[in-house]
């Protein structure tokens, strides 16, 4: 009985944390389908009185919602398969060859987490400025399609990997690149989906880089496009909680849809605490 009472209050404690977390998205929800005179009102309003769904049609007229959308997948999509590519090939390199000052070059390419974007943002905007990228797609996706972390857990996943497979490969004749294409990435299929889940997703929501980079309307993503919505004495709050919503519901259906990769992944990859 005392089992059963522990399970049921933890279940609760659980259930009320949850609500917790859920109450600013519900509000960002309520807000979208409210008149502008109901969103500050006391006591606050949960369901409106009149449901506007026009809120969402504004959203994407007022401003070219469309092609921030558009730039969004664009960008994220290519940032996340340029990191895959590049970030596995790196791991291959620290995991599976041997040659001189391996610890060495990747024991420094992972301090290179320890230095705060702050840091190289100046920087990287110059090379980008003198490259002539700016306000570019290249802008946008070349200076991040490179991770640490990524090469990191490819490289605790493919240690995990029997290298007997690689030897195998050996004998019957293939290469390095085709012990890396046929052999490795297939049995890493959970850390790619994984990685490639998280990548897209922080690409997706990148703001301060995106803002930095572009200039014209037509080059922003969502993140720097939800600004839009913002003048310089008010906020379209009741628009700008629309676009929001639509901002979020590829972050939504990835997450419902890709549970089992990401905990597979990240528990495949070192990071599960083991």
Known sequence: MNIKIRKGFLHLVLMVVGFIMLMPFLWMLSTSLKNPKEI????PIWIPSEIRWENYLDALTVVPFGRYYFNSIVVALSVTFIVLITSSLAAFAFARLKFRGREIIFFTYLATLMIPFPVLLIPNFLIVREFGWYDTYAALILPPAFSAVATFLYRQAFRG??????????????????????????????????????????????????????????????PVGLSS??????????????????????????????QKWIISGVTISGMGGR
Do not use: C, H
């Not at 379209?236 to 849809?257: D, G």
């Open 161 to 222: 990997i029997p290298t007997v497979l690689d030897d195998a490969a050996r004998i019957d004749g293939a290469s390095s690149w085709q012990i890396w294409w046929k052999v490795i990435m297939p049995n890493a299929g959970p850390v790619t989906a994984a990685l490639g889940i998280f990548t897209f997703l922080g690409n997706w929501n990148e703001f301060l880089w995106p803002l930095v980079v572009t200039n014209r309307a037509e080059m922003r993503t969502i």
């Open 229 to 258: 919505f913002q003048g310089q004495y008010s906020v379209q709050w009741e628009l700008l909680m629309s676009a929001a919503v639509i901002a979020l519901l590829p972050i939504v259906i990835i997450y419902l849809f890709a």
């Open 40 to 43: 500050f009102t006391y006591p």
